[in-house]
């Protein structure tokens, strides 16, 4: 199983990126994914997290109300929709996903993307 990010890059403050996170390999089920950031010497931080079902995502809150956390269960997928950007959100962003295998179908582990930067100039 791995998660593959995509979607970061440079952008002007005030502009948007979509990130993605496709899980792959041989899945029974994924239950919560989230998306982190870790900006140059700072420690890493939850940006937003989803339930499996989709409901009641939760944000940080300097991101409330510019980023939407979503996901495609038929795709394995999960998106990050970053609208607004500040030079503040200037990180590598991190997916990561609650997923059971198909080899062992009533247990879960944690899987890290590798990481996409995202960079926003002011």
């Known amino acids: 199983v791995q998660l593959v990010e995509s979607g970061g890059g440079l952008v002007q403050a005030g502009g948007s990126l979509r990130l993605s996170c496709a899980a792959t390999?041989?899945?029974?089920?994924?239950?919560?994914m989230a998306w982190y950031r870790q900006a140059p010497g700072k420690q890493r931080e939850l940006v937003a997290q989803?339930?499996?079902?989709?409901?009641?995502?939760m944000y940080k809150d300097s991101v409330k109300g510019r980023f939407t956390i979503s996901r495609d269960n038929a795709k394995n997928t999960g998106y990050l929709q970053m609208n607004s950007l500040k030079p503040e959100d200037t990180a590598v962003y991190y997916c990561?996903?609650?997923?059971?295998?198909?080899?062992?179908?009533?247990?879960?582990?944690?899987?890290w993307g590798q990481g996409t930067l995202v960079t926003v100039s002011s």
């Open positions: 390999g041989t899945i029974f089920s994924i239950q919560n």
């Open positions: 990561r996903a609650e997923i059971s295998p198909l080899e062992r179908p009533s247990s879960y582990y944690a899987y």
């Open positions: 989803i339930t499996s079902g989709g409901g009641s995502p």
